[in-house]
């Protein structure tokens, strides 16, 4: 973990043979999978993110050997960084094939970065609809009418959980 950005930037050209400056992201995880660091190109320069876990590791995703890379969507990428294992995600029961619909393919179809980062913005709010057991139809509509009207600093209360608290008259979804 000691490169920096042209350090790694000359791995990913020498070893993965795919140009840094295509606006991938580029994961590196120690032996120890307790440090991380990811590097993309942005519009004017790279950008270097690094994280230290300082309990548990970071999850390897699943390795193409024939790439010698692994493709993962936006929504993936931020459950490795946050610690959360992916492959006990997709084998509970209540993350059905309806939710994870835009999540497996997702980066095929986004068109660019931003549309990506939409994308899965929105697949985050609707699976946390899911988990909640609120109606995202329900939910979304009242975002619609209340966001006009709600500070910044209360932002956090328009987010699925509590909208479900504050809605009890609502009837809640099932899983």
């Not at 991380?36 to 699943?62: D, H, I, M, N, Q």
């Not at 610690?83 to 995600?89: A, D, K, L």
């Not at 609809?129 to 939910?139: L, M, R």
Request: proline share 5%.
């Amino acid at each position: 973990m000691r490169l920096g950005i042209n350090g790694l930037s000359g791995l990913v050209r020498g070893q993965l043979h795919r140009n840094p400056t295509s606006g991938e992201v580029f994961i590196f995880i120690n032996r120890q999978r307790d440090k991380t660091k990811l590097l993309r190109w942005e519009k004017t320069g790279f950008v270097l993110y690094y994280k230290r876990l300082e309990a548990g590791t970071f999850e390897l995703p699943a390795w193409d050997k024939k790439e010698n890379s692994c493709r993962l969507t936006w929504a993936e990428l931020a459950m490795i960084i946050e610690g959360i294992s992916i492959q006990q995600i997709q084998r509970r029961k209540r993350f059905s094939p309806k939710v994870g619909a835009l999540g497996r393919r997702n980066y095929l179809f986004a068109g660019s970065h931003e549309a990506a980062q939409r994308s899965a913005m929105i697949y985050t709010f609707m699976a946390t609809c899911k988990i909640n057991h609120v109606n995202p139809y329900e939910w979304l509509k009242w975002v619609m009418v209340t966001l006009p009207d709600t500070k910044m600093s209360e932002l956090e209360n328009l987010f699925p959980a509590n909208f479900a608290k504050s809605h009890p008259e609502i009837e809640p979804v099932a899983s």
